[in-house]
């Protein structure tokens, strides 16, 4: 293997502990973001690497400049060392996909066209799920690809997601169905294949949600959990509270804005800085923070800034994976 | 503050529509506030709050999802609330009342009252498929929403009731919800599977057979059972529910109901606001009202900071700065995002008729700036409700 950068051994270390890391966290965390962001890294750091869309319009090929993501994959960035592709799974494709890979591709159209799918999913609680993992899954086991990235669904819907295998099992499925879960369920309870990389915002909600999915997918789904991944930080400024000490009562239009920005951006950090305790006392699992980046916009520069904050991280990470290994 | 004339004003019902963690919650309370200000008797219908706004409304915890009560069940958790507030005590006749969806309980009280008989009822009350419709198809927590909107809507205690829509996938799904539900128990397949158990020699489809064998073969015969038990026991029910999806489909397309899109100023949500307007233009419900959450705040001097020569080093500077790049860059994305409403409601206008008046709306717009510490009480609430 072609030279790589000495810090980035260890990142890659921890972006090869599975094959498949599960993004999940509620709306509005900046998931997609995440996703992304661990896609360059992971590109970067020289590894085969492919994205995967699950929800519709969502906004994963936005800073590759791609507005919808095809089924099948496409470059998102120039292939160097390391390669970055992305796709898209819907349920309907995927059951498609799964009839004709059995013989029965003339039916499957008509199912998913008809809405008779939605009688099977009423009558199989998650199989629209189940057929989305068993995708997954398939990819896992024929592509060549170094390390496949998941944005999953918001975060209640992703443990009704990885629960899809198990639940069907239970509810007593039969058949291919039966089949495929059992599949699903190996794959998703193998540690070297699969782990959740729970994103958050250090806010209360969504600091409150992490921590319920994060014992929701250990308990009920038994997944393994990655990092977690606190997004939206706010960063300092070295001297903010000085200079706002050094204003005192100076009350001229321009000391006026600058006290209120200063008082808002050290009442955010401190804010911020409770829930993240919170969330370190409730739920103790390494953690990655991701800076609040100040535009609006997703685009390839604010994911580049970001890679440049998560790889020291993801190698610190890599470092102490190593350490663990007996040697 | 001089206030025009607002949603609240306009609407004898609101839909709340926007993506995951833009605020909706909090929003469709203030909104509320805002309406029993006004002086209106306002129910605001909230899906799942946060802990801390659960206890600013005095409303009780939600259910868990897959927990559901006995045949019959009370339905405490869709039983609105009247709270206290400034809207009661300053002469105004203002009144907020606050009840929190219970899609499960709303969903039983609707098979008891379509059911024939109390054994049809239990019946299907007690099939194992009814019991996960509420998580398994989707649209129904939207249409449990709906329904319980026009029972709040032709209750005589209330005159505006605003709508919290279920955190889904696509904040339209509501909207299309009654069709879907109607399709769905009056599916033809069921019709063939039923045949043979009605003992019909009427001719099925072959692909219809075909596609019964398809799902016996994925699934297998042990929840195929169940599926003809939950429509043998729904049998002669379809009628009076698709009549009800009619009229709880005739309430949101009616001028009374205005949709209300709530968005935060990223890319991402605009990205599913843009989606969400237009799929709602299509079917000629247009955005009455945009709002815009957590907004940067303008601390004033933006010329200012924004003109200012960059390499300058003054901490109090580079931060006030970097909070006027930001809300620029958002004020850029939230007008490209408004003009394309504008425009599509403006492209309505020719094939304005059934609608009404509606076609015609101009879009309001209302901007709400992020607090440094997130809204905790009423008093916040009211704050907010300052806006509208």
């Known amino acids: 293997m072609p030279a790589i950068p000495s810090g980035l051994v260890s990142a890659v270390d921890f972006l090869r502990s599975s094959r498949i890391l599960i993004v999940a966290g509620k709306g509005g965390v900046g998931k997609t973001t995440v996703g992304a962001t661990l896609g360059v890294a992971s590109a970067r750091s020289g590894l085969d690497t492919l994205l995967i869309e699950l929800e519709g319009h969502s906004t994963l090929g936005r800073p590759f400049g791609i507005d919808d993501l095809p089924y099948e994959d496409v470059d998102l960035i120039e292939p160097g060392e390391g390669r970055l592709r992305g796709r898209r799974i819907t349920p309907d494709e995927a059951l498609v996909d799964y009839l004709s890979g059995h013989g029965l591709d003339r039916i499957g159209g008509r199912l998913a066209q008809t809405g008779t799918i939605d ?32 944005d999953a669904p918001a975060a209640g819907h992703a443990v009704t997601f990885l629960r899809s295998a198990a639940g069907l099992s239970e509810a007593g499925a039969d058949g291919p169905v039966k089949e495929q879960a059992d599949l699903v369920s190996q794959m998703l309870s193998d540690d070297a294949r699969c782990q959740v990389v729970l994103v958050s915002l250090a806010e209360e909600t969504p600091i409150t949600e992490v921590i319920e999915t994060a014992y929701s997918l250990e308990d009920d789904v038994g997944i393994a959990l990655g990092p977690i991944v606190i997004n939206g930080l706010m960063p300092s400024i070295d001297g903010l509270e000085a200079g706002l000490d050094a204003l005192r009562s100076s009350r001229s239009k321009l000391n006026n804005a600058r006290r209120a920005a200063a008082n808002y951006r050290l009442t955010r950090r401190s804010s911020q800085a409770a829930e993240v305790e919170r969330l370190d006392v409730e739920l103790p699992l390494p953690r990655i923070d991701l800076p609040m980046i100040f535009r609006a916009g997703l685009d390839e520069a604010s994911i580049d800034e970001l890679t440049d904050v998560l790889l020291p991280q993801l190698e610190a990470l890599g470092r102490a994976t190593n350490d663990k290994t007996p040697s | 503050m001089s206030k025009n004339e607002s949603v609240i004003d306009r609407a004898d019902v609101i839909v709340c529509l926007g993506a995951g963690g833009v605020g909706k919650t909090t929003t469709s309370a203030s909104l509320a506030i805002a309406g029993a200000m006004a002086g209106r008797r306002a129910v605001v219908l909230t899906v799942d709050p946060a802990r801390r706004l659960a206890d600013a409304l005095g409303i009780a915890e939600p259910t868990s999802d897959g927990e559901r009560r006995g045949l019959g069940g009370t339905d405490w958790g869709n039983e609105p609330r009247l709270i206290d507030g400034p809207w009661d005590n300053d002469g105004q006749d203002g009144e907020l009342w606050a009840a929190m969806l219970d899609p499960a309980a709303t969903f039983d009280a609707l098979i008891t009252e379509h059911a024939a008989t109390p054994s049809q009822a239990e019946a299907v009350l007690g099939n194992r498929l009814y019991q996960n419709l509420t998580s398994t198809l989707s649209g129904t927590n939207e249409y449990m929403a709906a329904e319980r909107l026009r029972a709040l809507h032709l209750d005589d205690r209330f005159d505006l009731v605003i ?22 128990v009056d599916h033809r397949l069921y019709r063939s599977i039923l045949a043979p158990k009605r003992g019909l020699m009427r001719a099925v489809n072959a692909a219809t057979q075909l596609a019964v064998r398809m799902i016996n073969r994925l699934i297998g015969t042990a929840l195929l059972d169940d599926v003809i038990d939950f429509f043998a026991a729904f049998e002669g029910m379809d009628e009076g529910f698709r009549n009800r999806a009619a009229e709880v489909d005739e309430l949101l397309a009616s001028s009374q109901t205005r949709y209300v899109l709530i968005s935060a100023a990223r890319e991402t949500a605009i990205a599913e606001s843009t989606w969400t307007a237009t799929r709602l233009a299509e079917r000629d419900r247009p955005v009455d009202t945009l709002i815009v959450n957590r907004l940067t705040p303008d601390f004033g001097a933006s010329d200012l900071a924004l003109s200012e020569d960059p390499t300058d080093d003054d901490p109090l500077d ?35 008729g059934q609608t009404g008046d509606r076609s015609t709306i101009d879009l309001t717009i209302v901007e709400i700036e992020e607090r440094a510490e997130p809204v905790a009480d009423l008093d916040g609430l009211v704050d907010i409700s300052d806006a509208f």
């Open chain 1, 119 to 150: 009688v099977v999913a009423t009558a199989a609680p998650g199989i629209r799920d189940l057929l989305t993992l068993g995708k997954i899954r398939q990819i896992e086991a024929t592509e060549d690809v170094d390390l496949i990235i998941v």
């Open chain 2, 163 to 184: 709508v919290d829509t279920p955190p889904s996938q696509h904040a339209i799904d509501l909207l299309d919800s009654p069709g879907r539900l109607s399709r769905f």
């Open chain 2, 318 to 352: 580079a931060n006030l700065r970097q909070f006027a790049t930001l809300r620029a860059s958002e004020r850029a994305l939230i007008d490209t995002l408004a003009q394309r409403i504008a425009g599509q409601t403006s492209a309505g206008q020719t094939n304005a």
